[in-house]
């Protein structure tokens, strides 16, 4: 979350219902702590994800797996292309969406997944591709890779082809590790995409008063261990930039003070915000976990010294925190947290890579739900806003990192899509699915919410009527789990979230023709053969 985001800290030990309550009860008022008109409670759609146990995923996973070979043969796929299951989404009515990567002749297919959706009764209704086309590949060229990298077919863009992949591996000049994935034409040798699979953003109870966190008793003492929450733990790096760090421990089950001078502080910060986020996906999206699996991430504070930033790893399924300018603002506050780790949802689903537009959406997504944790949480030291990052003061004036209602507010971020958007920073691309949010949730126009005041416009300067954030929330997480694929743009996203209207509200229904509208309120027109197919 790059810029280009005191009270005494008395958590007890954890209690295993305690974090749940908490968060059913934010979610219960969080309709009544904004100015706008929040859906009262309703029946879930049917099409909502169902909540899974992790052993009822895994069955799913399973028999996927087993039945892979006659689903590729229903999709028509060649005999070269062999199916990995990746993720599977199963809706309240039965339905499933199994998320699939390809294989050509044993080679990775970038940008070939595919995601098929399932009636109850297990028949194909529609199929998602990232790439529509057929396969056929000359891949004779395999065993000329150049050391260190890996061949692989290239289908994110243009005509499939034999390319190169390498992953090379360096650190920034703010301190940022950085794995640059290269792809090259086998052919020509010449570059046809890169992204970084680092991804960074901004942004314990220095920032959210007194509160509880889930740990664990040891021999000794307490540690920083959420055994309720997939045993999630929170490390400290004590200013180094590798490793995992030592584990956060101490004799009295009491964490930090408040302040930044205290160390165990950023580290209650952060372990907290892992904490809100894991029972937001869980209690409102029935997803256990990143990877839906009930295994817990990790987080590492004191990223190097006075580094102003924090991100999400793949490679460690870790989030890592700097402690921000002078070591004074540790990047933990709650809309980071949930920041860092929707990056790994993103990962574990959608899988949009991180560059173009589909790196803005990528982005965008974890603006969206780092916001929306936020505002389930429900704590009164950081309430719910549409302003990323706006405790941890990254500018040093005390204004946010960015703004969901008007992004170009920050000076940089985009309201809405142009022709060459995907080619400027990814943070502020991401600018336009922020915007299309908040007009959905809220609408269009003045209002003030939870004291703070927005204003946003629209381009083509009809008024938008929001549907309410709870609604707003469930399309976009079902686009992205059900629809979105790698190479998704804002074109193709707004089909998956119309998509997703429909599926969870109806054909037509109000919530659908919002979507259209907030689309149309950024910019974004409709995508050439759009929908399932």
């Not at 209704?125 to 529509?132: D, I």
């Not at 990790?298 to 070591?327: I, K, L, P, Q």
């Amino acid at each position: 979350m790059s810029p280009h985001i005191s009270r005494h800290v008395t958590p007890r030990r954890a209690t295993t219902a305690l974090g749940t309550a908490i968060v059913a009860a934010a979610l219960i008022s969080a309709g009544l702590s904004t100015a706008s008109a929040q859906p009262v409670a309703e029946e879930t759609p049917a099409a909502s994800p169902a909540k899974l146990s992790a052993s009822q995923r895994a069955e799913l996973l399973r028999d996927a797996n087993t039945a892979k070979a006659q689903t590729a043969k229903e999709l028509g796929l060649s005999g070269a292309e062999k199916l990995v299951v990746r993720d599977v989404v199963k809706d309240r009515d039965g339905s499933t969406h199994t998320r699939y990567e390809r294989t050509y002749d044993g080679l990775p297919v970038l940008g070939g997944d595919l995601v098929v959706h399932e009636t109850k009764s297990r028949k194909t209704e529609g199929v998602t591709k990232a790439h529509a086309g057929d396969l056929k590949v000359d891949t004779a060229r395999t065993k000329a890779a150049p050391k260190g990298a890996r061949a692989v077919v290239w289908a994110a863009s243009g005509t499939p082809r034999l390319a190169f992949e390498k992953v090379v591996k360096s650190t920034k000049k703010n301190g940022t590790p950085s794995r640059l994935h290269v792809i090259t034409d086998a052919s020509t040798g010449k570059k046809i995409f890169q992204w970084d699979d680092i991804r960074e953003g901004a942004g314990h109870t220095q920032y959210s008063g007194d509160v509880e966190l889930g740990t664990k008793q040891e021999s000794s003492g307490f540690s920083l261990t959420d055994s309720t929450r997939g045993d999630h733990k929170t490390y400290d790096l004590a200013n180094g930039t590798s490793g995992q760090g030592k584990l956060v421990a101490g004799e009295d089950d009491e964490w930090g003070d408040g302040t930044a001078a205290n160390k165990e502080t950023a580290a209650a910060d952060a372990h907290f915000g892992a904490a809100l986020t894991w029972d937001y996906y869980k209690n409102v999206h029935g997803r256990d976990g990143i990877k839906g699996d009930g295994v817990g991430a990790y987080s590492r504070v004191h990223y190097g010294d006075s580094y102003v930033n924090a991100f999400w790893d793949d490679s460690c399924f870790c989030m890592t925190y700097g402690d921000g300018e002078g070591n004074a603002k540790p990047l933990t506050s709650i809309d980071v947290a949930a920041h860092e780790m929707t990056h790994g949802v993103t990962s574990n689903t959608a899988g949009l890579i991180y560059s173009g537009e589909s790196g803005g959406l990528n982005e965008a997504t974890s603006d969206i739900f780092g916001s929306s944790v936020e505002f389930s949480a429900n704590n009164k030291e950081d309430v719910g806003d549409y302003l990323i990052g706006e405790k941890i003061d990254i500018r040093g004036d005390g204004t946010p990192l960015r703004y969901m209602d008007k992004p170009s507010k920050d000076g940089s971020s985009k309201d809405d899509w142009y022709s060459g958007i995907g080619g400027i920073d990814v943070h502020y691309s991401s600018g336009v699915a922020n915007h299309f949010f908040y007009l959905l949730s809220e609408g269009s126009g003045a209002k003030e919410i939870n004291g703070v005041k927005y204003d946003s416009p629209t381009a083509d300067g009809k008024a938008v009527t929001g549907i309410g954030r709870d609604k707003a929330e469930k399309i976009w997480f079902k686009a992205l789990t059900t629809y979105m694929t790698s190479n998704t743009n804002y074109a193709k996203a707004r089909t998956a979230t119309l998509d997703a209207a429909k599926d969870l509200y109806g054909a037509d229904s109000a919530e659908q023709k919002a979507v259209d509208a907030a689309w149309a309120g950024v910019n974004v027109k409709a995508a050439k053969g759009g929908g399932k197919h």
